[in-house]
């Protein structure tokens, strides 16, 4: 009689096949999450480095005058915006504006662009709110904040003149945009040394991402940020205002 040759594996030779697999599994998933992440801090990094880069060409442009992080009331708010309803300064992204049926600019809509971080979940729909600026009513999907002094100083107030790049002393440790949260009432700024913490966001493994006047890139902890419960930093000044 023949011998019963059956191939298939045993129950046992099963169990095993699987726990390597739910082993492998266990090792590499976590692995490829954090890859998965570094990614999409990359893609966020190199949307502030564009972000910077358009500050730039808009501070060129302007002979070192800076645009305002968002309106203000009174006579010099009577030109000043929201950074991200300026059109000079976006013109400068190539964010594929979608327009409506009478050509004007309705933003990007839900679609995610150059201000949006491939993190951020949920990014806040945007829209200017500003009765001055009909024409630019866009709606962005924005991930992104401004320092809510750039462009603005007092000086700027009795003058009615943007600020001047000039007045940073210190381009290197002036931090212009970064992952953020916002509000309704300050949405795109990330106000001053005087804010809540929680109006950064960090996103990337406990870290925001910032980009400085001098266009280089960071990614910071809570604690690597001047708030204003440390005000004998020395970086304080320097990182809000354009102090030295
Ligand atoms: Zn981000």
Known sequence: MAKNNNKAFTLVELLV??????LLM????????VAREQGRCVVCK????????????????FEGKMPSADPYPGSYGQKSQHWFMNSA???????????????????????????????HRKPMMTKDLSPDYPAQQREYALSYMANGTL?????CFASGEY????????????????????????QGTVLYGGCPKSNFEYRH???????????????????????CDRLDDRRFGAFWYAKR
């Open 17 to 22: 096949v699987i726990s390597i697999i739910a």
């Open 163 to 186: 600020r001047h790049e000039r007045e940073y002393k210190k381009p290197r440790e002036a931090m212009m945009f970064c992952d953020g949260n916002g509000t309704m009432q300050t």
């Open 89 to 119: 300064l976006m013109d400068n992204l190539d964010l594929n504006v979608g327009k409506d049926a009478n050509g004007v600019p309705t933003g990007t809509g839900r679609e995610h662009s150059v201000l949006t971080c491939p993190t």
């Open 46 to 61: 190199s949307n502030l480095k564009n972000i910077g880069l358009a500050l730039r060409l808009y501070i060129d442009e």
């Open 205 to 227: 493994r406990e870290k925001t991402n910032a980009v400085f006047l001098d266009q280089h890139i960071e990614s910071l902890k809570e604690d690597d940020i001047p708030f």
């Open 151 to 155: 462009g603005v100083s007092n000086k």
């Open 26 to 33: 266990g090792i590499l998933l976590p692995s490829l999450s």
